[in-house]
């Protein structure tokens, strides 16, 4: 088997050259982070459920109209995905105040905000990805007036969808991270706005509707325990995995979360 050729490696993903141009494959690590990268750990079959819980969402969201890069999963932890340029911004969509907002705002955690707020982070590790405003993404041309535009009402898209998707299976949607990218697809065409990078409980915080019980990366960041499990959890509410665990005799969990 030939070696594949790593185009970029990040915290919890890999991404290699895919076997058509205009490719990528995206690879699930178990390694987790928090903090910039100050707490790490690596948790086994995390990159599993990673890897199924983000190809379940974009594909839920593939079809209500959201372009998005995922083409298809391949195995347990790699999906094909199309190759984007992505834009250097995080995209923080918020329903109830949690995390930064409340120690910016003074807010209460768990207090329910007027309306979905959406904020940007200019993605740089070593700056600690500052908050940015529309201006700053103007005036440095990270995004165009109509990108931003676009990239604000996918934003309120999807968390209008995944807000009602989570709520069915009983968990609430704090709050997620997102990325998007511009998709050549050919060298004439303009490129098209795609969501990119992953949606998972790495990238979102989800509490049990009826005991608030954190469902996410926060486990790992406050020293919960049972991050797995609690990842397992939210896989087998969406009807990802089976009760028993099973994701297509990949990888089995046992135990809820602690």
């Known amino acids: 088997m030939s070696k594949r050729r790593i185009v970029y490696e990040g915290k919890a993903k890999i991404l290699y050259e895919g076997p058509e141009p205009g490719t990528l494959i995206q690879y699930?690590?178990?390694?987790?982070?928090?903090?910039?990268?100050?707490?790490?750990?690596?948790?086994?079959?995390?990159?599993?459920?990673?890897?199924?819980?983000?190809?379940?969402?974009?594909?839920?969201?593939?079809?209500?109209?959201?372009?998005?890069?995922?083409?298809?999963?391949?195995?347990?932890?790699?999906?094909?995905?199309?190759?984007?340029?992505?834009?250097?911004?995080?995209?923080?969509?918020?329903?109830i105040a949690a995390g930064s907002l409340s120690t910016r705002l003074g807010m209460p955690e768990g207090q329910q905000l007027p309306r979905p707020l959406v904020e940007f982070y200019y993605k740089s590790d070593a700056l600690h990805d500052p908050m940015v405003s529309e201006e700053h993404i103007a005036a440095f041309g990270w995004a165009t007036p109509q990108e931003y535009d676009d990239i604000i009402a996918l934003a309120l898209r999807v968390n209008d969808y995944m807000s009602g998707l989570f709520a069915g299976a009983g968990i609430r949607l704090v709050d997620f991270?997102?990325?998007?990218?511009?998709?050549?697809?050919?060298?004439?065409?303009?490129?098209?706005?795609?969501?990119?990078?992953?949606?998972?409980?790495?990238?979102?915080?989800l509490w049990d509707y009826k005991t608030g019980e954190k469902l996410d990366k926060d486990r790992f960041r406050r020293d919960l325990g049972g991050v797995t499990e609690a990842y397992a959890e939210v896989a087998r509410r969406l009807g990802i995995i089976k009760e028993s665990g099973d994701t297509d005799n990949v990888v089995s969990f046992t135990g809820g979360s602690k």
Do not use: W
């Open 177 to 205: 991270k997102i990325e998007f990218g511009r998709y050549f697809e050919n060298d004439h065409d303009m490129p098209r706005i795609l969501l990119a990078d992953e949606i998972s409980p790495d990238s979102c915080r």
């Open 28 to 95: 699930f690590k178990d390694d987790t982070t928090a903090f910039d990268a100050q707490k790490k750990a690596v948790l086994d079959g995390k990159g599993v459920l990673n890897n199924r819980i983000s190809e379940f969402i974009m594909t839920q969201l593939s079809a209500i109209g959201i372009p998005t890069h995922f083409i298809r999963r391949l195995n347990m932890r790699e999906q094909l995905i199309r190759k984007v340029e992505i834009i250097p911004l995080e995209v923080v969509v918020r329903n």
